[in-house]
């Protein structure tokens, strides 16, 4: 299997800041990297496909780069509905993985 | 729009069977992969399984053993039986639209393993 590290386990940011989240796989993925975004209670959402598409209906703030083994997730300028956790996940070969997640706090 | 339920027992004795269903509506089950991904308490992420609508399916080795997805098209519903749980099996399950990329999720139900 694919093993996806993703760092840091989590992070402490206020309103308006730049946060960047790193993914990397334990093989070459190419490009087949996807981000998900997390919050309790609530169904997961897709937000990166393809390391760097941003999936319909997501704000233009999110941006994901990267292929091969080291992927970036970047949220411009962060907003109060976007604390929650991230994951990266390969989509590259069966089966799918994930990464540990990043809980994106308060500061 | 398209949204996803998963439905079943919130609690399951161990060595028993785990059996959820998973509801697609305000849209068609046909022509898509179907997933099932479990979060363990304060853990990550695991990729159960998938089905395609006409039957077709892959699982986690990992899992491969004890697990079985099966697909009612006339019903709009999928479903997930993984058997002989044991505590370890304690988690949220989400079922969700997809093979290897995920672009729709159920909310997730937790599913507690213990006498």
């Known amino acids: 299997d694919i093993q996806m590290t993703q760092s840091p386990s989590s992070l402490s940011a206020s309103v308006g800041d730049r946060v960047t989240i790193t993914c990397r796989a334990s093989q070459r993925t190419t490009n087949y990297l996807n981000w998900y975004q997390l919050k309790p209670g609530k169904a997961p959402n897709l937000l990166i496909y393809g390391a760097s598409t941003l999936q319909s209906g997501v704000p233009s703030r999110f941006s994901g780069s990267g292929s091969g083994t080291d992927f970036t997730l970047t949220i411009s300028s962060l907003q109060p509905e976007d604390f929650a956790t991230y994951y990266c996940q390969q989509s590259y070969s069966i089966p799918p993985t994930f990464g540990g997640g990043t809980k994106v706090e308060i500061k | 729009q398209v949204q996803l339920q998963e439905s079943g027992p919130g609690l399951v004795k161990p060595s028993e069977t785990l059996s959820l269903i998973c509801t697609v509506s305000?849209?068609?089950?046909?022509?898509?992969?179907w997933s099932w991904i479990r979060q363990p308490p304060g853990k990550g992420l695991e990729w159960i399984g998938y089905?395609?609508?006409?039957?077709?399916?892959n699982y986690n080795p990992s899992l491969k053993s004890r697990v079985t997805i099966s697909v009612d098209v006339s019903k709009s519903q999928f479903s997930l039986k993984l058997n002989s749980v044991t505590t370890a099996d304690t988690a949220l399950y989400y079922c969700?639209?997809?093979?290897?990329?995920?672009?729709?999720w159920g909310q997730g139900t937790l599913v507690t393993v213990s006498s």
């Open positions: 969700a639209r997809g093979r290897d990329g995920y672009d729709l």
């Open positions: 089905i395609y609508y006409s039957g077709s399916t």
């Open positions: 305000g849209g068609s089950i046909s022509s898509y992969y």
